[in-house]
């Protein structure tokens, strides 16, 4: 495990392109006055995005199974990661911040483009944030040139 980076990972990368992409700047890394420590926070606006790995945070979208070996070790590791991570959630919606969750499957290829808008379109929700009806449009036109076979 301590191969494991906590911060620049890939999936965490990929959001920070998006968010730039979109003309969000202005973020923090690893912003330590929000409760759990978030990948990406926007101390002003008080959002705060985490981008969780599947296998460490038992992504309800995956379903991965568990390792078969020392199975008793792995069940309390993952539940305490849940734990961890219910209980990071609760305090950053006490002290006022806006959580969003982005997970690791959701930045694969296929699903680049939704994650992409659902980022945008909740940013926008809790922010009203930088006008990007060009990052809307460009997305748009990729799932027209998907379904017209271009």
């Known amino acids: 495990m301590q191969g494991n980076k906590r911060a ?85 919606a006490e002290e006022g911040w806006h959580v969003i969750t982005v997970w690791e499957c959701q930045l694969k290829k296929k699903r680049l483009p939704q994650t992409e808008a659902y980022l945008y379109h909740t940013l926008r929700l809790y922010d009203g944030g930088p006008a990007c009806d060009a990052a809307i449009r460009r997305i748009n036109a990729k799932r027209k040139s998907r379904r017209c076979g271009r």
């Open 8 to 92: 620049n990972t890939k999936p965490e990368l990929t959001v920070r392109r998006m968010l730039r992409k979109m003309g969000y700047g202005g973020y923090r890394l690893q912003w330590k006055k929000c409760p759990g420590r978030p990948d990406i926070a926007f101390p002003g606006r008080k959002i705060a995005i985490l981008v969780n790995g599947c296998f460490w945070h038992r992504c309800p979208l995956c379903q991965l199974g568990k390792p078969r070996a020392h199975a008793e070790y792995w069940e309390a590791k993952f539940a305490s990661n849940l734990a961890r991570d219910q209980r990071n959630l609760r305090a950053a």
